[in-house]
């Protein structure tokens, strides 16, 4: 049931790109890994540098466990990878996903990556979020669920940047230094957050 609601996601964002030309070998790929998803900004220069240009063009290979499926009913219900989430407990919930863990293959897949200043680090490997919200549900329940994402998200980084840095995530995002300001972009790749919303009708 999941795959197939991703799939139905991916072949909606991938109607965006109906007047760029498709490759067959893309087929091949497509066999040996769950999802594929072209990850762009919108602009002219993106157009002609990644998607029309098929050797530039370097689509995500999303796997079905990198794919982390939220779902809100109208009365605000959370629900995580088909499991009900307590309201007190969301945030707990979803760091679980969010902080790398090799261990457990249950988890989103992990890599390892060098960086100039963190150094060797485990990162999750093209985690994508998918939040489906019902359209009933009142705006002040939605804006508390979502609020809870990021702060899930923001905790992760700045657990990361107190061990790894020395400073809170804060602290660095405020600081004016050259260094500390690479080291706050640094997260960015370290910890990517590749999150959309799907409003249920």
Do not use: W
């Not at 762009?40 to 540098?49: Q, S």
């Not at 999303?62 to 629900?79: M, T, Y």
């Not at 960086?115 to 979020?129: C, D, E, R, S, W």
């Amino acid at each position: 049931m999941k795959k197939t609601k991703v799939l139905l996601y991916l072949i909606i964002a991938s109607s965006i790109f109906i007047s760029c030309k498709k490759e067959i070998e893309e087929i091949n790929e497509l066999l040996e890994t769950d999802f594929k998803v072209i990850e762009f900004y919108y602009g002219y220069d993106n157009l002609m540098t990644n998607v029309r240009d098929n050797e530039k063009s370097k689509p995500l290979i999303i796997r079905e466990r990198n794919f982390l499926e939220i779902n809100v009913n109208q009365n605000g219900d959370f629900e995580l990878e088909g499991e009900i989430v307590e309201p007190n407990l969301i945030v707990s919930e979803l760091k679980k996903y969010l902080t790398p863990n090799p261990e457990n293959k249950e988890m989103p897949e992990t890599i390892e990556q060098e960086f100039p200043y963190a150094g060797k680090v485990i990162t999750n490997k093209n985690l994508f979020i998918s939040a489906l919200y019902h359209e009933n549900l009142n705006y002040k329940k939605y804006n508390k669920i979502r609020n809870k994402i990021f702060i899930a998200y923001n905790e992760v980084r700045n657990e990361f940047t107190l061990k790894k840095y020395g400073k809170s995530l804060s602290e660095l995002r405020n600081e004016d230094k050259e260094i500390e300001m690479q080291k706050y972009y640094e997260l960015t790749s370290i910890f990517q957050f590749r999150y959309t919303e799907i409003m249920e009708e």
